[in-house]
């Protein structure tokens, strides 16, 4: 009973099931007091991390395998079980625990579910990303993978693992290039059909081909190859001198395709 406050402790010490989510009257009570919905969380985490450990897997090969934290298991569990508290109808005659690990289990896969696609680094990770980045910053630019194994001690295959997932993802209404001084950052997005050059390095390959492709069944050939050179840093010039069209027409399929994301 160490682990939790010493309201709780004392609680628990005059009555065990003082939290005891058996208890239908603590379910109700949970249901209008967040306070007390609060402590019994605490109290009843054992439940979240059997439905884990049942349902799921072990935490550690779930931290492994997904790139996620214990904390974010706990959160996600918590969560659920929130949810359960909330729509858990205690007229019915259902077990919570029963009802509670079906929530819990749920939130968790989703989560796992819905960021499989996307690398999640530890805090291991991240910091390897880190000092990389320093590395990078100090040197002027990005040495080998090979190299920066010899300057940071560590191995390549953690290198390689780190440089991947350290690739972020670009978001159409990021700010590109912004600095304290200007009044408004230009994001992504302006950088596409502006007319303004963009900084080697700045769009992530990945993400530009994900845009493409989201719009490309809506496009002429000729329209998708004018996106294609905007994106890949022809100014609105240079693509109309390699398409053999005027630089209006570029600037109208550019104002189109635009129309269509912000449609998305």
């Known amino acids: ?15 065990k099931k003082f939290y005891s989510m058996d208890l239908v009257g603590n379910i109700e ?25 049942k349902y799921i897997g072990k935490p550690e090969v779930i931290i492994k395998n997904h790139c996620v934290e214990k904390d974010d298991i706990l959160q996600l569990g918590r969560l659920g079980f929130i949810k359960a508290v909330k729509a858990f109808d205690t007229g019915r005659g259902v077990k919570f625990s029963s009802f509670a690990v079906t929530a819990i289990v749920r939130e968790i896969r989703c989560f796992l579910r819905d960021s499989a696609s996307i690398i999640r680094p530890t805090r291991t990770a991240t910091e390897l990303i880190n000092r990389i980045n320093r590395l990078e910053h100090d040197m002027g630019y990005l ?14 295959e953690k290198i390689n693992k780190a440089l ?24 992504l997005m302006d950088t ?7 900084e080697d390095g700045v769009v992530d390959r990945i993400y530009v081909d994900a845009v493409i492709d989201s719009v490309k069944r809506k496009l002429s050939e000729k329209e998708v190859t004018v996106l294609k050179h905007r994106v890949d840093g022809f100014n609105q010039t240079q693509t109309a001198e390699m398409e053999d069209i005027s630089q209006m027409r570029v600037s109208r399929i550019m104002r189109k395709v635009a129309k269509m994301l912000d449609n998305n």
């Open 1 to 15: 009973m160490d682990k939790f406050s010493e309201h709780i402790n004392m609680k628990l010490k005059l009555d």
């Open 192 to 198: 596409i059909y502006s007319g303004e050059n963009i």
């Open 29 to 53: 009570r949970c249901q209008v007091d967040e306070h007390f919905l609060g402590d019994s969380i605490l109290v009843n985490e054992n439940l979240i991390w059997h439905s884990v450990h």
């Open 164 to 187: 991947q997932v350290g690739k972020g993802v670009k978001y159409l209404d990021e700010p590109v290039g912004a600095d304290d001084q200007q009044a408004q950052a230009v994001t």
């Open 143 to 156: 040495p080998t993978t090979h190299e920066i194994a010899l300057l940071l001690d560590e191995e390549e």
